[in-house]
Nanobody
Framework: QLQLAESGGALVQPGESPRLACVAS????????VGWFRQAPGREREGVSC????????NYAESVEGRFTISRDDANNVVYLHMDDVKPEDTARYHC?????????????????????WGPGTQVTVSS
């Protein structure tokens, strides 16, 4: 089956820079726009970042703009989320998903871009 799996989450201190990975199996990730989302207890799911299939266009939530960087390694079927200078507010479970739509730009709206094939997620906890 087509599936995604996230990794790289950990307990980190404020200011550290973990890197998350989204690995695809059963399909080639280079044919899809990919998005990273996060959800914390008591909070709604939030779009964090996305990247188009070409890798030329990216989008970031204001809360992570300038700190997080999304990239893709199509040869290895992986999309990364580099998290620089993490804050306690970044604590959440991070999930990746793909959009089946052929869009030159991606959005952080999981419904409008019909993101699917959600991975189980990886937990990032930022605490001193």
């Amino acid at each position: 089956q087509l599936q995604l799996a996230e990794s790289g989450g950990a307990l980190v201190q404020p200011g550290e820079s973990p890197r998350l990975a989204c690995v695809a199996s059963g399909f080639t990730l280079d044919r899809y726009n990919v998005g990273w989302f996060r959800q914390a207890p008591g909070r709604e799911r939030e779009g964090v970042s996305c990247i188009t299939m070409s890798g030329w266009n990216t989008n970031y939530a204001e809360s992570v703009e300038g700190r997080f960087t999304i990239s893709r390694d199509d040869a290895n079927n992986v999309v990364y989320l580099h998290m620089d200078d993490v804050k306690p507010e970044d604590t959440a479970r991070y999930h990746c998903a793909v959009s089946p739509l052929i869009l030159r730009q991606c959005t952080l709206n999981s419904e409008s871009d019909t993101y699917q094939n959600w991975g189980p997620g990886t937990q990032v906890t930022v605490s001193s």
